[in-house]
């Protein structure tokens, strides 16, 4: 079956750096994709890898390692904005999505 | 970056009605178009995928007769909540995925069903 694993809920400190993991099993591979979902509102595109490395925009920077099923969204000097619920996602053979269930990002003063 | 469109953002009906969401993709083509139910602080789940022209296809366990999926143009698709009943109450979330070869999808706003 299709899986994607990510913590349920993590705790970080505000000005901090927080590593968000994720690991994956599919039937193919077309992109892992990170999303941003603020409580009450829809998700919004933070990135997409498809080759392995890192790719960084701003603040944020996603890792990924297909060999390994295996990527991760780095988020530095965390903000109290940037509380909220942070998805992966994988596209699958027919470039389906699979959806994480969500880690939870709680940021405290 | 692409926008996505949905209406209403929320609405509130009483059981047996059925209640029309509208996903417009206002800056680009959309030839695929998927429609999400979420559940509160669970992950989102992809009911249907519907692309332009041609019927959708919906998830296991998704009534396509209760569930009506239109997606008549390349920057419209209607998700028609037919005979509501409370267990339907929700957040309805659209996405659409253009044509320029990218595969990442562009999220509505969102609609929060409330069925009486």
């Known amino acids: 079956g299709q899986n994607i694993d990510q913590p349920t809920e993590m705790t970080a400190t505000e000005g901090a750096i927080v590593q968000i993991n994720c690991t994956y099993q599919?039937?193919?591979?077309?992109?892992l994709f990170w999303y941003q979902q603020h409580a009450g509102e829809a998700p919004t595109f933070l990135s997409y890898?498809?080759l392995d490395g890192l790719e960084e925009k701003g603040r944020f920077s996603s890792f990924l390692s297909r060999s390994k099923g295996y990527s991760y969204l780095l988020l530095k000097e965390l903000q109290m904005k940037d509380s909220a619920s942070y998805l992966c996602?994988?596209?699958?053979?027919?470039?389906?999505?699979?959806w994480g269930a969500g880690t939870k990002l709680i940021i405290k003063p | 970056g692409a926008v996505v469109s949905q209406h209403p953002s929320r609405v509130i009906c009483k059981s047996g009605t059925s209640v029309k969401i509208e996903c417009r993709s206002l800056?680009?083509?959309?030839?695929?178009m998927f429609w999400y139910r979420q559940f509160p602080k669970q992950s989102l789940m992809l009911m249907a995928t519907?692309?332009?022209?041609?019927?959708?296809?919906?998830e296991q366990g998704v009534e396509k007769d209760k569930f009506l999926i239109n997606h008549a143009s390349l920057t419209l698709s209607t998700l028609t909540v037919t005979s509501a009943h409370p267990e339907d109450s929700s957040f309805y979330i659209c996405?659409?995925?253009?044509?320029?070869?990218?595969?990442?999808?562009?999220f509505g706003p969102g609609t929060r069903l409330t069925v009486l």
């Open positions: 996405s659409a995925r253009g044509t320029s070869g990218r595969e990442e999808q562009f």
């Open positions: 800056d680009f083509q959309a030839t695929t």
């Open positions: 519907s692309n332009e022209g041609s019927k959708a296809t919906y």
């Open positions: 599919t039937s193919g591979f077309n992109g």
């Open positions: 890898n498809v």
């Open positions: 996602a994988v596209s699958d053979s027919n470039y389906q999505l699979i």
